[in-house]
């Protein structure tokens, strides 16, 4: 559990506490003759002041925390694709996506996500589904098609597609 949630809970959890010690004890005040309706409602309001800082604060950090959580799980997976691709230097995407337990979109989300990050260099042909992974440098040098062998111009950076083909390469 991230720190935000726990930061989060404890605070829910002492507003609450807050709240029902103080429910006990204005009613026990009442309830004895030691405290008037008036004396009570202002109790009341003393008391809730603390209460809805606390509850609304845990609120909002075990909501952020949620946030930094899903933030990081796609980090995590996005590492993984990286490492299985660069390890492996090709693989089926379909085998990815079992292994990732992803879907085929979300591993070709992860794939334009970590080239817009600039941290992966490699083509693909969606429609035989194989990623490569290859060094920048030899992309930039390659004027064929690793696919179909048409003409090629890999400039720039981000993502060229094969006009023959649509094998699209991803460079930094």
Not at 16 to 44: F, K, P, R, W
Request: aromatic content about 6%; hydrophobic content about 45%.
């Amino acid at each position: 559990m991230n720190s935000g949630r726990l930061i989060g809970i404890i605070s829910l959890v002492a507003g609450l506490g807050i709240a029902v010690l103080g429910g006990v004890y204005i009613a026990v005040q009442v309830s004895s003759g030691l405290m008037l309706a008036g004396g009570a409602v202002v109790a009341a309001v003393v008391i809730f002041i603390p209460v809805a800082v606390l509850v609304g604060f845990g609120i909002l950090m075990i909501q952020r925390g949620g946030q930094e959580s899903a933030q990081e799980s796609t980090m995590q997976k996005q590492r993984q694709l990286l490492d299985i691709v660069k390890s492996r230097g090709q693989i089926n995407i379909d085998d990815v996506a079992l292994e990732m337990r992803s879907s085929r979109d979300d591993i070709k989300d992860m794939v334009y996500q970590l080239v817009g990050l600039q941290v992966f260099s490699g083509y693909i042909n969606w429609d035989n589904g194989i990623l490569y992974s290859a060094e920048a440098s030899k992309l930039r040098e390659l004027q064929r098609c690793e696919n179909c062998g048409g003409e090629i111009k890999l400039v720039g950076k981000g993502v060229v597609k094969c006009r023959f083909c649509g094998t699209e390469y991803f460079l930094p």
